[in-house]
Structure formats: structure tokens, C-alpha cells
């Protein structure tokens, strides 16, 4: 059973726009999330993280926002550039780290 | 600079031939893990190793064993490859000890014909 879930495979934005990616998860165990970056024939690299004590983590144009009670977080890109294209997955795991649970992924096209 | 390698990023087997895929970090983390990356089902856990020598299994592990002799080296192995094991292999390794990211190989792209 999908822990984390991402229910939009797809996003178009324009470019200079917000781009907002949305994860939902099940089990409230979970304390960090994460959410990634991943081009074609390459592996995910990290993007930007936030822990359960926090709702809100800030690096550059990325922000990560967390609601706990609904079990939802969302990454918003501001502005959106076309070098963003690529798909991104949301992740989360336990206090431990030993696993680690993916979303499906959703793939962001930001049109120039 | 961290780095996580796998042998090869593109390989083309045959059905029931027996397949190694490795991964060395120089990172000297304690975690390792093996993932599959399908299109519509994200990225997929078949195994993960905590140890040398320890292993578990994730949630896909059938049809794939892992070794794990020293701690930098994830080997994973499909015993008789299968055509329904066309896939992305993406290798990750995690450092225990608070709140971090696991960092990713390249990747394998998988064709089994």
C-alpha cells in the first residue's frame, strides 16, 4: 500500500510562474521529508527537507511547506525556470532513516 | 565531494542470465539501498543493507538477492534475469545519526530481452 502518494503525474507552468507539487502520506510515524529532482537517465538529487517540528523550510526559490494534521506537504518553486523540467519525488521516513518511502513522482514542465 | 557509483549505466541481458549490478560509496555510510524506478510507480525498495553482511528485505524483493562484504559495496544480483526486470536500478546510501538525505547513483538502466 502506497505510504506517500503524489496524484498529479503531471505539471505544466510557465516560466517566471509558481510551480507547486503536492504529496500526501499516510502514516503519521513519519518525521522527515524530503523532496527530490530527477532528469532522465540520472539519478534523484536532493532538493530541499523539512522535519515534523517545523511547517515551513526556505532554500532560494524552493520552498517546502508542511501540515501535519492533513498529512500533506508541497514544494513551491518561485520563479519557475525551464532548467527545473524534470520529475520530482517526495519522500518520507521514520525518526530511524532506516526506510525510506516514495512518492510516485510528478513531472514538472516549465514552458519558456 | 560525496559519490555514489554503479558498475554500469546501461546493460542488455537475456532472459534467465545471471545478472550483477554493483554500487560503491565513498562516503562511508552504514546504509545502502537498492530501488527500482518504473514509470507510474515512483521509485520501488527491494532491498537495503544496515551492515556488512546484513541485509533486508524491502518491498519488492523477489526474484533478487544482495551482498554486502564490505561497507562501501552494495552488489545487487538477479539470479535468472526476466523480462519483467526491464527497469531503472537506482542505488542510494545513508549516513545514520540524524536527519539526513540518502544520496543516489547514477543509475543502471536494465533491458532483459
Given at each position: 500500500?502506497?505510504?506517500?502518494?503524489?496524484?498529479s503525474p503531471?505539471?505544466?507552468?510557465?516560466?517566471?510562474?509558481?510551480s507547486i507539487?503536492?504529496?500526501?502520506?499516510?502514516?503519521s510515524?513519519?518525521?522527515?521529508f524530503?523532496?527530490?529532482k530527477?532528469?532522465?537517465?540520472?539519478?534523484p538529487?536532493?532538493?530541499?527537507?523539512?522535519s515534523?517540528?517545523?511547517?515551513?523550510?526556505?532554500?532560494?526559490?524552493?520552498?517546502?511547506?508542511?501540515?501535519k494534521?492533513?498529512?500533506h506537504?508541497?514544494l513551491h518553486i518561485?520563479?519557475?525556470?525551464?532548467g527545473?523540467?524534470?520529475?520530482?519525488?517526495?519522500?518520507?521516513?521514520g525518526?530511524?532513516?532506516?526506510?525510506?518511502?516514495?512518492?510516485?513522482g510528478?513531472?514538472?514542465?516549465?514552458?519558456? | 565531494d560525496?559519490?555514489?557509483?554503479?558498475?554500469?549505466?546501461?546493460?542488455v541481458?537475456?532472459?534467465?542470465?545471471k545478472?550483477?549490478?554493483?554500487c560503491?560509496q565513498?562516503?562511508?555510510?552504514?546504509?545502502?539501498?537498492w530501488?527500482?524506478?518504473?514509470?507510474?510507480?515512483?521509485?520501488?525498495?527491494?532491498?537495503?543493507s544496515?551492515d556488512?553482511?546484513?541485509k533486508?528485505?524491502?518491498?519488492?524483493?523477489?526474484?533478487?538477492?544482495?551482498?554486502?562484504?564490505?561497507?562501501?559495496?552494495?552488489?545487487?544480483?538477479?539470479?535468472s534475469?526476466?523480462?519483467?526486470?526491464?527497469?531503472?536500478?537506482?542505488?542510494a546510501?545513508?549516513?545514520?545519526?540524524g536527519?539526513?538525505?540518502?544520496?543516489f547513483g547514477?543509475?543502471?538502466r536494465l533491458?532483459?530481452?
Amino acid at each position: 500500500d502506497q505510504q506517500v502518494k503524489q496524484n498529479s503525474p503531471s505539471l505544466s507552468v510557465q516560466e517566471g510562474r509558481i510551480s507547486i507539487l503536492n504529496c500526501d502520506y499516510t502514516n503519521s510515524m513519519f518525521d522527515y521529508f524530503l523532496w527530490y529532482k530527477k532528469y532522465p537517465a540520472e539519478g534523484p538529487t536532493f532538493l530541499i527537507s523539512i522535519s515534523s517540528i517545523k511547517d515551513k523550510n526556505e532554500d532560494g526559490r524552493f520552498t517546502v511547506f508542511l501540515n501535519k494534521s492533513a498529512k500533506h506537504l508541497s514544494l513551491h518553486i518561485v520563479p519557475s525556470q525551464p532548467g527545473d523540467s524534470a520529475v520530482y519525488f517526495c519522500a518520507a521516513s521514520g525518526w530511524t532513516g532506516n526506510q525510506f518511502y516514495f512518492g510516485t513522482g510528478t513531472s514538472l514542465t516549465v514552458i519558456p | 565531494d560525496v559519490k555514489v557509483t554503479q558498475s554500469s549505466r546501461y546493460l542488455v541481458k537475456r532472459t534467465g542470465e545471471k545478472v550483477f549490478l554493483e554500487c560503491v560509496q565513498d562516503m562511508d555510510h552504514e546504509n545502502m539501498f537498492w530501488y527500482r524506478q518504473d514509470p507510474g510507480l515512483g521509485l520501488r525498495l527491494i532491498y537495503f543493507s544496515y551492515d556488512v553482511k546484513m541485509k533486508e528485505k524491502g518491498d519488492i524483493p523477489e526474484g533478487y538477492s544482495v551482498s554486502r562484504e564490505k561497507k562501501e559495496r552494495f552488489s545487487l544480483i538477479l539470479e535468472s534475469a526476466s523480462t519483467n526486470q526491464t527497469s531503472m536500478y537506482l542505488c542510494a546510501s545513508f549516513k545514520l545519526a540524524g536527519l539526513n538525505e540518502q544520496f543516489f547513483g547514477p543509475g543502471t538502466r536494465l533491458t532483459v530481452l
